[in-house]
């Protein structure tokens, strides 16, 4: 896992902030919901989009996750993130962002680094034990069904060993083959048959003998 910094991205100045709340409840997930090619141009494109276009502070998130499981900061785990929808949301739970939009997966390493992140933060406010996700909390689709999914089964829980995909290792669903179709083997009727025959050519040669 790769931290980025915002001096690594290239991150602008906020123009304000705030520190974060010391009664944390937990950590909401988001993502982009934009196709995300190059994790880089992407955060740098949303602090632009939340600075210029709606005259925030910063960018709203604390922290951002690529699907290779590399860490971008946001406005770090220290300000008050501004991507909850409400003050009162953007003061209890902490923002990570997703770096992925509809038609990309969420992967393993991605899971993996969302995990720690959260473990960083319980280690800090041992009470900030929610994980949801932002349609949680407000009328959105974010953060899409399959990292939404993942929410709902626990697996952003630092100690959760779920894997996205499942594992060669896991046996595979059970579908059982389709009984053979089998064919009777009518023996009695072979044997009469036969015998018919026997008959049949006995009679054939005694009429020959007879004759
Ligand atoms: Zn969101």
Not at 111 to 119: F, G, K, S
Not at 152 to 179: C, G, H, M, Q
Not at 182 to 202: F, I, N, T
Request: glycine fraction near 8%; hydrophobic fraction near 40%; proline fraction near 8%.
């Amino acid at each position: 896992m790769t931290y980025h910094t915002r001096a690594a991205w290239g991150a602008k100045a906020a123009t304000e902030s705030r520190p974060i709340s010391d009664s944390l409840r937990g950590v909401v997930v988001h993502w982009t919901g934009t196709l995300v090619v190059s994790p880089l141009d992407t955060v740098v494109a949303v602090q632009t989009y939340h600075q210029q276009t709606k005259g925030w502070w910063d960018c709203a998130y604390n922290e951002y996750v690529d699907l290779n499981g590399d860490v971008w900061e946001g406005r770090g785990l220290m300000l008050r993130t501004g991507a909850n929808g409400t003050l009162k949301l953007n003061k209890q739970y902490v923002s990570i962002c997703c770096l992925m939009g509809p038609g990309q997966l969420p992967t393993d390493a991605m899971v993996a680094a969302i995990r720690e992140r959260i473990a960083v933060v319980r280690h800090f406010q041992p009470q900030a034990t929610e994980v949801l996700g932002h349609l949680d909390i407000r009328p959105t689709t974010c953060p899409g069904a399959d990292v939404y999914d993942l929410v709902k089964r626990r697996a952003f829980e630092p100690d959760s060993t779920i894997t996205v995909a499942p594992s060669p290792l896991d046996p595979l669903p059970y579908a059982p083959n389709p009984p053979p179709v089998v064919q009777p083997l009518d023996v009695l009727g072979a044997l009469r048959a036969e015998v018919d025959e026997l008959k049949a050519w006995q009679v054939a040669h005694q009429a020959i003998h007879d004759g």
